[in-house]
């Protein structure tokens, strides 16, 4: 399959609300009415629940209770409640999959989310746009596995043993996926970019710190679930890499504790 003929199954690719895409696209438009913005938001019940869960959580420092998305607008900042519903409705967007685990894909994507956050706060890089590239950079794999399984499957035997994939490889991957993806739904062209250098930043001309952010939130994802695999995934981190981010080693390592923290209290964005 082609990534094209994945995009023409139109009948089984994700739809998000109306409101979760204006939000999507204020990223292009500075006029937005946030008050608008904020009574449609409301409308939706689920994504009103799931937001005001996360924003009186620890993840978002709300410095008191808070009990409508007016408030949260108030507290926290249009920026991180528009993240806040584009993450609740794109967790929402797609269907079940048989022998696909949901709920395991976004517990990963959500502790990259986490963790991209975290990072993008220590180099002052915008955590919004970070946690929202952690949310949205593997995307495709559920996209492919919602589409066409087969696919899916002969994508993942690919990435375990290209050796063995010969005439059989696939003509993309995840990746390739979740940037179309993203592309499509219009996010602007810096997280697009990061999606798509996310495995190779030192290869972003020009080379951008959030992709950078990005492949090291990832790494860390993947290789460290306690303070000394963390430590040690960070020793065995290039300087480039940490250069690209504008993250220093020393410091993050004497703050691993507060990552550890932060990690699992998303959960709640699973519907």
């Keep these: 399959m082609k990534l094209e003929e994945v995009f023409e199954q139109t009948h ?3 739809t998000i609300p109306k409101v979760v895409q204006e939000l999507i696209d204020s990223f292009n438009d500075d006029s937005i009415d946030i008050g608008r913005i904020a009574q449609k938001i409301s409308l939706d019940q689920v994504i009103t629940a799931k937001v005001l869960r996360l924003a009186n959580s620890v993840h978002f420092g709300a410095t ?3 009990g409508t998305v007016n408030e949260a607008m108030v507290v926290l900042g249009f920026n991180t409640v528009r993240t806040l519903v584009i993450a609740s409705g794109i967790t929402g967007a797609f269907i079940a ?11 990963k994507s959500l502790t990259v989310s986490s963790d991209a956050r975290w990072l993008a706060t220590q180099a002052r890089v915008s ?9 949205l950079h593997n995307i495709g794999e559920m996209l492919v596995h919602v589409v066409s399984p087969e696919t899916a499957t002969q994508i993942e035997k690919h990435h375990a043993d290209p050796a063995k994939s010969g005439d059989s490889a696939p003509e993309f991957d995840f990746v390739d996926a979740s940037v179309e993806l993203v592309r499509r739904w219009n996010f602007p062209a810096l997280i697009v970019d990061a999606l798509r250098h996310q495995d190779d930043p030192s290869g972003q001309v020009p080379p ?3 992709s950078a952010i990005l492949n090291l939130a990832i790494r860390l994802q993947q290789q460290a679930h306690d303070q000394d695999s963390l430590a040690a995934a960070l020793t065995e981190t290039s300087d480039d890499l940490l250069a690209q981010a504008g993250l220093d080693r020393e410091k993050l390592t ?3 504790p507060e990552l550890l923290d932060l990690r699992g209290g998303l959960d709640e964005l699973v519907g």
Excluded: V, Y
């Excluded at 999959?97 to 517990?107: A, E, I, Q």
């Excluded at 955590?127 to 949310?135: N, S, W, Y």
């Design 64 to 66: 008191r209770r808070i």
């Design 127 to 135: 955590p919004e746009m970070a946690f929202t590239c952690g949310i």
């Design 97 to 107: 999959t048989p022998g696909f685990d949901r709920k395991h894909f976004w517990h």
């Design 208 to 210: 951008d710190a959030l």
């Design 12 to 14: 089984r690719l994700p």
């Design 254 to 256: 004497e703050k691993l």
